[in-house]
């Protein structure tokens, strides 16, 4: 039974997760696959580094904005009880 025919996908394995780079994948059903890994160290394209850049500013800004945010109280629920006091 040869290979009738394949697909190709480049991307990073990150705690034990894949990442493509370019192409979506898109698989229906079982499928027989085969993983190669190399060890070479991921090289970020610069596509990549100002996409990761621009988020962290975004995320950096949100959080320097919310310093100062001012949160609802909540009701306590009849569930809860007093919390233990470990530090004696």
Not at 17 to 26: L, N, V, Y
Not at 47 to 55: D, I, L, S
Not at 71 to 76: A, E, G, H, V
């Amino acid at each position: 039974m040869g290979i009738k025919s394949m697909q190709e996908y480049e991307g990073y394995f990150e705690n034990g997760e894949f990442t493509p780079i370019g192409k979506s994948i898109k698989i229906t059903g079982r499928r027989r696959a085969i993983m190669l890994v190399l060890d070479e160290p991921t090289q970020l394209s610069s596509e990549e580094k100002a996409f990761r850049t621009a988020w962290l500013k975004k995320l950096d800004e949100a959080i320097i904005l919310s310093v100062n945010e001012d949160l609802p109280d909540f009701k306590r629920s009849s569930a809860m009880r007093e919390p233990s006091d470990l530090i004696d």
